[in-house]
Nanobody, 123 residues
Framework: VQLQASGGGLVQPGASLRLSCVYS????????IGWFRQAPGLEREFVAV????????EYADSVKGRFTISRDNANNTMYLQMNSLRPEDTAVYYC?????????????????WGQGTLVTVSS
């Protein structure tokens, strides 16, 4: 299993950004894929998760209403649309996969990590 994240960058507060995660060798067995982030000096935290069919999605309270997770299995790509970005969203964002329930990935049970992509929100 390989996960490749991209799309990070430097944006101003209030701006939008879309992250992508291209995955390979992920089948229906890996029901849950999602995003985590790690800000400088802080622990890695859950951001969002989506099931294989896209029917189940969960978000961290801090991003609800601003971020949207989606996936396109035909193109092996997961997305994180981030709107109304805030300075506190600054972090390295990682994609992750779990052979199990989305709830388990949300709880930090991750089977595979991708490399991170840096998002910086600053004026």
């Amino acid at each position: 299993v390989q996960l490749q994240a991209s799309g990070g960058g430097l944006v101003q507060p209030g701006a939008s950004l879309r992250l992508s995660c291209v995955y390979s060798e992920i089948s229906m067995d890996y029901n849950a894929i999602g995003w985590f982030r790690q800000a400088p000096g802080l622990e890695r935290e859950f951001v969002a998760v989506i099931s294989w069919t896209g029917g189940a999605k969960e978000y961290a309270d801090s991003v609800k209403g601003r971020f949207t997770i989606s996936r396109d299995n035909a193109n092996n790509t997961m997305y994180l649309q981030m709107n109304s970005l805030r300075p506190e969203d600054t972090a390295v964002y990682y994609c992750a996969a779990r052979a199990g329930s989305p709830g388990a990935l949300k709880g930090g049970q991750v089977d595979h990590w991708g490399q991170g992509t840096l998002v910086t929100v600053s004026s």
